[in-house]
């Protein structure tokens, strides 16, 4: 099933190239673009999506805040947060269901995104690789 | 006396007869300087053959000298002791000369060259030096001079330079001349003495292309082959010959390289008694990598979507544009005419398309871009199948130790679930991936046997055969992909590219009004033109661009990923950002004659300083 996109960047060019861009990936649907973070709340409340692209500068708004206040209210939403400036994953990444990545975007990018929404929505136990392995054994055989 | 009194008388006369004058007064000369003079022999040394004699003087004469100077090529004994400096000898000491003669010597080393198809000899001769004293006879004085003579070694014989090329096992062909010359050399030398035998390569089979008649394209712009009939040869085999092998200098044989080419035939033609002929009406292909001709399908006007996809084996060419919906596929190139408006556009070959790219996906080169992501992921599951049967090696090592262990067929199954789910998830995706891949058999049968053996319930049957398998599977699957991956780069060229997607494997040129809201990648350069406002360009080596971003400073992106890549742009606006291999750069104030190279940043100018 396709990735439900909505895309929110104040730029209209880029708006255009980014819808672009998901549409012509198999794993994405563009559902809706949007120039403000105004009109999110009011789309999320109508629409249900799998994604969010939030720009971190959104004009005098800050992405950042925005994706706060989306995570609050929409925790199953996967947010990927696009910047110019690539200095700012430490900020963005700590949460597990925030992505960014830099622009200029290309297919690899897009991969990794449907990678990472792909994982969290299936909602994956951690696996057990960080055990030693004759603990792991222990409990496996242990009857 | 008296006679030279009165010479002096009359010479003094003069003087004398004015009294007055203060005239000096010569005094007379004594009378015993006018006596006879006595013979005195003074004391002599002789030095003969470096043999010292002295004679004595005799009174009142004075013992002769010898000044001996501080050499250690020669040593005087006085009376056994070494002496130095001026030494008055007498006939009672004993003066022995001692030389200390320096022999020669002579150094011969073999050294083979690094290919091991040469041995050189060197000579290093040291002179020697026989020292003598210089002869001096019955001096009172006497300075010992030395005199060094040069002393050559014997000449070495031809047989005993021989016997030492033996001792070292070498074996090939020996240069007379130059042992000869090393035999009888007085000064330091090094000549190659025997040869091995280089080997000759061979000439690989080859493939000449024939004489074929060709005309201007204008939209390729550049000359391409006309088509040709079935039956018309399009090249000769050369077949080349086998190479001849050599010998080093131990005698070893060595194996003629016959290098490959890489070159193949495609399935538009075939061999015919050394003629490579075409069995399909098309366009002849000739490149390095390959010879075919390509079936060539020619729509006289617009394509539209009411016509279906179009799939076809070899060239497209399109005298109209391809519009709204339409599908165009061609394993060859796609050649338009006219523009590509709201349609999806895949050349293998490449893609040109006279006018715009509006609102459009065109791809170039499509496999060589999927190959080379299955290539890395391909590699990536190999490294995880290593983990994975490392482990569970150690697991059944393990576990057959343990007697209250059971069912330890499913070992591999929970191992593949609990600690390798990366793994599991990659041959999902390969599985799921099999609609992409639909004309490659290797990797429809690959699918099948994980299917069978890995997925669902064949995992709880895995053994130590089966993981083995998977990866030999693997292994040869990816040596197949590498060379899929690495086939001929194809371009995209177009006059504007406008809300399009555009990806090729090779190049992507706008030629016209230029780039506006679209994402173009290219594995190699982009070159735009006209202006680039909006939108993503990703290119791997280069991008060059006339104008970038607008004077509203419209946000635009350029990424050049090649460390060794450069972006040059000629008017770049505010408001733009360029990445060169990770270094980000977003300007705000326009720029002029930009020119990244690698990590440098250089020739730019902002206005103020244009105008200084």
Same mark, same amino acid.
């Given at each position: ?5 909505? /895309? ?23 559902? !809706? ?24 500068? &959104?004009?005098?708004? +800050? ?37 960014? &990545?830099?622009?200029? /975007? ?22 057990? #690789? ?14 | ?120 000899? +060197? ?21 010992? #001079? ?15 330079? &021989?016997? /030492?090329? #033996? ?9 007379? @001349?130059? *042992? ?87 399935? !538009?033609? *075939? ?42 084996? !070899? ?7 391809? &519009?709204?919906?339409? *599908? ?6 796609? @050649? ?13 070959? !490449? ?24 290539? #890395? ?36 199954? *929970? ?61 040869d699957y990816r040596e197949d992909v590498e060379i899929r991956r690495g086939s001929e780069p194809a371009n995209i060229r177009a006059a504007s590219i406008t809300s399009s997607v555009v990806k090729a494997s090779g190049n992507v040129t706008a030629v ?5 809201? +679209? ?94």
């Amino acid at each position: 099933m396709a990735i439900r996109i909505l /895309l929110i960047d104040d730029s209209l060019e880029t708006l255009q190239t980014l819808c672009l861009l998901y549409t012509t990936h198999p794993d994405f649907e563009v559902v !809706g673009m949007l120039t403000n973070s105004r009109d999110a709340f009011t789309f999320l409340e109508e629409q249900p999506v799998d994604a969010i692209s939030i720009d971190i500068q &959104l004009g005098h708004e +800050s992405g950042i805040d925005v994706c706060g206040q989306i995570r609050k209210r929409y925790k199953d939403v996967f947010i990927v947060m696009c910047s110019v400036f690539d200095d700012m994953a430490s900020i963005v990444e700590p949460a597990e269901a925030v992505l960014f &990545l830099t622009k200029p /975007l290309n297919q690899k990018d897009l991969d990794r995104f449907s990678e990472r929404v792909r994982s969290h929505q299936s909602g994956d136990a951690p696996y057990e #690789e960080g055990l030693p392995l004759s603990h792991w054994l222990d409990r496996l055989i242990k009857p | 006396m008296q006679a030279l009194t009165g010479i002096f008388s009359r010479i003094l006369s003069p003087f004398r007869r004015n009294r007055r004058q203060s005239i000096p007064v010569i005094p007379s000369v004594p009378e015993a300087l006018y006596e006879e003079q006595e013979i005195v022999c003074h004391g002599t040394v002789t030095i003969h053959a470096n043999h010292v004699t002295v004679n004595n003087p005799e009174p009142p004469g004075s013992f002769a000298t010898m000044t001996i100077p501080a050499d250690s090529r020669v040593q005087i004994l006085y009376d056994g002791e070494p002496r130095t400096g001026r030494m008055v000898v007498h006939e009672g000491q004993t003066i022995e000369i001692q030389c200390n003669d320096t022999a020669p010597s002579v150094d011969i080393q073999l050294q083979p060259s690094q290919d091991l198809f040469e041995v050189q000899m +060197s000579v290093e001769i040291v002179v020697g030096e026989r020292i003598q004293v210089q002869d001096c006879s019955g001096v009172r004085n006497a300075v010992v #001079e030395i005199h060094a003579e040069p002393v050559y070694p014997p000449e070495r014989s031809v047989t005993e330079l &021989l016997r /030492l090329l #033996e001792a070292r096992e070498f074996r090939g062909d020996v240069d007379m @001349e130059a *042992i000869s010359v090393l035999a009888s050399a007085n000064e330091q030398i090094k000549r190659t003495v025997l040869r091995g035998k280089r080997p000759i390569p061979g000439k690989p089979r080859t493939y000449q292309p024939t004489k074929l008649p060709a005309t201007y394209d204008p939209l390729h712009r550049r000359r391409r082959l006309n088509t040709v009939a079935v039956g018309t040869t399009i090249a000769l085999v050369d077949p080349g010959y086998p190479g001849i092998s050599g010998r080093d200098v131990y005698g070893r044989e060595i194996v003629a390289e016959t290098p490959m080419v890489d070159q193949g035939l495609g399935p !538009g033609v *075939i061999e015919v008694q050394g003629c490579i002929v075409a069995i399909r009406n098309g366009r002849p292909l000739v490149t390095a990598r390959r010879i075919d001709v390509l079936a060539e399908l020619v729509i006289p006007g617009d394509v539209v979507s009411k016509q279906g996809i179009i799939e076809f084996d !070899g060239n497209v060419v399109v005298f109209g544009s391809v &519009l709204d919906s339409s *599908i165009v596929r061609a394993t060859g190139y796609v @050649e338009v005419h006219g523009g590509v408006l709201g349609a999806t556009v895949y050349g293998e070959r !490449g893609v040109i398309v006279r006018e715009a790219i509006v609102g459009s996906e065109v791809v170039a080169g499509q496999s060589r871009m999927v190959y080379a992501e299955l290539y #890395e992921r391909l590699k990536e599951i190999e490294s995880a199948l290593q983990r994975f049967h490392h482990e569970y090696e150690e697991v059944m090592a393990y576990v057959k130790e343990k007697p209250e262990a059971t069912q330890m067929s499913m070992i591999g199954a *929970i191992l593949l679930e609990k600690r390798h789910r990366p793994l599991q998830k990659l041959l999902e995706n390969i599985i799921e991936d099999k609609e992409r891949f639909a004309a490659d058999e290797k990797y429809q049968r690959l699918v099948n046997d994980l299917k069978t053996g890995w997925v669902g319930i064949g995992q709880t049957r895995l053994t130590d055969k089966d993981i083995a398998r998977c990866r030999s599977w693997f292994a040869d699957y990816r040596e197949d992909v590498e060379i899929r991956r690495g086939s001929e780069p194809a371009n995209i060229r177009a006059a504007s590219i406008t809300s399009s997607v555009v990806k090729a494997s090779g190049n992507v040129t706008a030629v016209g009004a230029g780039v506006y809201a +679209s994402t173009v990648e290219a594995e190699n350069s982009i070159f735009v033109r006209g202006t680039v406002r909006g939108g993503f360009l990703v290119a791997g080596q280069t991008i060059r661009v006339h104008e970038f971003g607008t004077v509203a400073g419209t946000e635009s992106s350029a990424k050049v990923n090649g460390v060794n890549g450069r972006i040059t742009i000629d008017v770049r606006h505010v408001n733009t950002l360029v990445d060169m291999a990770g270094k980000r750069n977003r300007n705000i104030s326009p720029e002029y004659g930009v020119k990244y190279k690698g990590d440098k940043h250089g020739h730019s100018y902002t206005p103020h300083r244009r105008f200084a």
